[in-house]
């Protein structure tokens, strides 16, 4: 017994010894690098052209005969040899943004920085890209995301949302904003309304004996709460702030998609993405891998993305917010 504890003591102490062997190799890393941090804020951009031609070439390489894959290839690099020699005109640029919304926005922190490195190199020739996921949530943090949007139309560089799952509520609030709107055929687009709800544990509270005071300076600094008993002056106070943001939420529409019935389609209700051409809500039925594919033809195209500077603990925290927040708007 006395020999297993032991080799369990010199197990723990060779253990040990690594660990503090490879922090310190960890930290003359970073210190060789002049004291540069490793998670630094940066922009990070990927060709897709070289992406899809990568992707083609290994399934020729794969399907075709050795003879015609020789021939194929020459070909492709004669004709590429010669549209660089002969293509002095600047191509197009599309700069392409992933945007997977929940309830709090969060991705609105990165897609600010994304729009401020994209305008000031992108041009009225050239085109922003914006595949958008988003079932909506907080009516602040959605309205700040539209806004980081609509700095791209203010200035005259064209705008296109693909939609391949979802835009709904605060996701539609970012998409109207774009000059062109395309959604797959099935993707959910809508639900123009506004939602307020909470639980009220007065009831309860007041059999078990428990008092809960509240306290406020301002008539309407609180309309409903969750402990204290709610009052018909109170839900109809609520009811007025909601139906304020909704009207707000339909002249945010109107401003940007003015051909729009709103009549019609400010109900909160959703269409997939058929009807929601026939309604005018998107105007074409495509998905993003399609219109990018097309794209790649006359265009150089390029995904955009950012990583912010975050301590491991808070990646960690923010990786789990996230999580929780999509599962909460699915539900």
């Avoid at 941090?37 to 990568?54: G, I, T, W």
């Avoid at 970012?174 to 123009?192: H, T």
């Amino acid at each position: 017994m006395t020999q297993a504890f032991i080799n369990y003591g010199l197990f723990l102490a060779k253990t040990l010894t690594l660990v503090v062997a490879l922090a310190g190799l960890v930290i003359i890393v970073v210190r060789s690098r002049g004291g540069r941090r490793l998670d630094a804020d940066r922009l990070e951009v990927q060709n897709l052209n070289d992406k899809y031609r990568h992707m083609e070439q290994a399934l020729k390489r794969a399907s075709l005969p050795k003879k015609v894959l020789t021939k194929v290839l020459k070909a492709e690099k004669k004709a590429d040899k010669q549209r660089r020699k002969g293509g002095d005109e600047e191509r197009r640029r599309v700069f392409v943004v992933d945007f997977h919304g929940d309830i709090k926005a969060t991705e609105v922190a990165s897609l600010r920085e994304i729009v401020t490195g994209v305008l000031m190199e992108a041009g009225e020739r050239d085109e922003v890209l914006v595949r958008l996921e988003n079932a909506g949530g907080m009516v602040t943090e959605h309205g700040l995301a539209a806004s980081q949007l609509a700095r791209v139309r203010s200035r005259k560089v064209p705008l296109t949302i693909a939609v391949d799952k979802v835009a709904a509520s605060g996701g539609y609030l970012m998409a109207c904003v774009a000059d062109r709107m395309i959604a797959a055929p099935f993707a959910a687009v809508g639900s123009i309304g506004v939602v307020a709800q909470l639980p009220n544990f007065h009831r309860v509270l007041e059999r078990n004996g428990v008092d809960f005071e509240l306290h406020t300076a301002g008539e309407y600094k609180r309309t409903l709460t969750l402990f204290g008993e709610n009052t018909e002056a109170g839900r109809e106070k609520l009811q007025e702030q909601l139906e304020g943001t909704h009207a707000l939420f339909k002249d945010f529409i109107k401003e940007y998609r003015p051909s729009v019935d709103l009549g019609r389609v400010a109900t909160g209700e959703y269409w997939h993405g058929r009807q929601a051409l026939d309604l005018g809500l998107v105007d074409e039925i495509k998905t993003s891998d399609d219109y990018l594919l097309e794209a790649s033809r006359e265009a150089d195209i390029y995904l955009v993305t950012y990583e912010g500077h975050k301590r491991p603990m808070e990646r960690l925290l923010s990786a789990i917010a996230a999580g929780a927040s999509r599962v909460l708007a699915r539900a």
